[in-house]
């Protein structure tokens, strides 16, 4: 089954939902229709632009109309992983795939996506082999396989955005 974000500018929080169902199997098995998980987004994209994080923690609050932080993004994988995550800007070339490779079971990324002009989507990074990343991307609700040279050349091809603009990456 597919599951897709809900709405036009919840890609990250189906990000996080879905990163949440990797790390947490239990969870998988609640959140595992199309109905749930857009519950499930909602609920969290409300949550990552407030004033308080999943664990109560104060937080910069965020317009909901622009989607969804990357420092929220950033701080609920340090919740959800228990590990550090840092957001670093990259730019077309060899800077994107070194952030890529601290990806490890129960250790996403979530990468921002774009145009050359600004960041428009977010992805999940699930795992990372053989020179490829496989992504979700939720748009589609599909996972696909994005080869390194993609990744490097900016012609990502995902939910139409080609470029990627920032890495909230495991330190």
């Known amino acids: 089954m597919r599951l897709r974000q809900p709405d036009r500018r919840s890609c990250g929080a189906a990000a996080l939902v879905m990163a949440r169902r990797l790390v947490h199997p239990r969870y998988a098995g609640l959140v595992g229709d199309q109905?749930?998980?857009?519950?499930?987004?909602?609920?969290?994209?409300?949550?990552?632009?407030?004033?308080?994080?999943?664990?109560?923690?104060?937080?910069?609050p965020w317009p909901r109309a622009l989607g969804t932080p990357p420092w929220a993004v950033a701080r609920e994988l340090r919740i959800l992983t228990g590990t550090p995550y840092d957001v670093r800007a990259v730019r077309l070339g060899r800077r994107v795939w070194p952030?890529?490779?601290?990806?490890?079971?129960g250790r996403p990324a979530a990468v921002f996506v774009g145009d050359r002009l600004l960041p428009r989507h977010v992805v999940l990074v699930t795992a990372v082999e053989d020179g490829r990343a496989r992504t979700y991307?939720?748009?589609?609700?599909?996972?696909?396989?994005?080869?390194?040279?993609?990744?490097?050349?900016?012609?990502?091809?995902?939910?139409?955005?080609?470029?990627?603009?920032?890495?909230?990456?495991?330190?």
């Open 99 to 105: 952030h890529l490779e601290h990806v490890a079971p």
């Open 35 to 60: 109905a749930t998980f857009a519950h499930e987004v909602a609920t969290l994209h409300r949550r990552v632009t407030s004033l308080a994080d999943t664990a109560g923690g104060w937080q910069v």
């Open 137 to 171: 991307e939720p748009a589609s609700g599909t996972t696909q396989e994005v080869v390194r040279p993609r990744w490097e050349a900016g012609n990502l091809r995902l939910a139409g955005w080609d470029r990627p603009w920032l890495v909230v990456s495991p330190r």
